[in-house]
């Protein structure tokens, strides 16, 4: 089993910046993808970045905003927001994965509200 503990929600004014942590623990063995998603009230749940085997990939509605890093060594995955919009207000999910074998992991999700 893997776990996932997120930090750094808050309320934010537009155009201000947050940075937020995922540490996992756990079986953490062959984790090859991490990533940030996030869920909107009343909308579905989509990705924000992701870090994997392939390279990173970004939402194209995050794009130029947003930096996703990780630290092998620290287990660590963060996400870096800047010139932040109320449309990013949501809770934002870290999720592991192996992908080549199914299995994924959520964390408990982190409240972000930007104020306009």
């Known amino acids: 089993q893997v776990q996932l503990v997120e930090s750094g929600g808050a309320l934010v004014q537009a155009g201000g910046s947050l940075r937020l942590s995922c540490v996992a623990s756990g079986r953490i063995r062959s984790i090859n993808a991490m990533g940030w998603y996030r869920q909107a009230p009343g909308k579905q749940r989509e990705l924000v970045a992701s870090t994997h085997s392939s390279g990173i990939t970004y939402a194209d509605s995050v794009k130029g905003r947003v930096t996703i890093s990780r630290d092998n060594r620290k287990n660590l995955v963060t996400l870096q927001m800047s010139n932040l919009k109320p449309e990013d207000t949501a809770v934002y999910y870290c999720?592991?994965?192996?992908?080549?074998?199914?299995?994924?992991?959520w964390g408990q999700g982190t409240q972000v509200t930007v104020s306009s």
């Open positions: 999720k592991a994965a192996r992908p080549h074998i199914g299995d994924t992991y």
